[in-house]
């Protein structure tokens, strides 16, 4: 099976904010976030995708899930590549 990791940020009119989550399904996740039905954290909100990498392990999804959560200089890095590309 293959897993994502993700990050994502509100859409411009809506207060920044960012997530980052796992999944073995993008565009249903998406939808679960831009639904209300998400992580209690993005709820009220509408998200779209900043980055993906796919996995095809489970731990390594979830190691590399943690160890964006935590690095906030390269969730900083990834969001102005983002935006350059915008």
């Known amino acids: 099976m293959v897993y994502y990791v993700y990050f994502i940020k ?3 009119y809506y207060r ?7 999944t073995n399904n ?6 679960k976030h831009n639904s209300n039905l998400g ?3 993005t709820r009220g909100y509408k998200w779209e995708f900043v980055y993906k990498k796919k996995f095809y392990s489970k731990s390594r999804a979830l190691s590399f ?3 964006l ?3 906030r200089k390269e969730r900083l890095r990834l969001l102005n590549d983002f935006k350059k590309k915008s």
Not at 16 to 22: D, E, H, I, N, R
């Open 65 to 67: 899930e943690y160890k």
């Open 16 to 22: 920044f904010k960012t997530y980052v989550g796992y």
């Open 69 to 71: 959560k935590k690095d």
């Open 26 to 31: 993008l565009n249903k996740r998406l939808e």
């Open 39 to 41: 992580a209690k954290s």
């Open 10 to 12: 509100t859409l411009d």
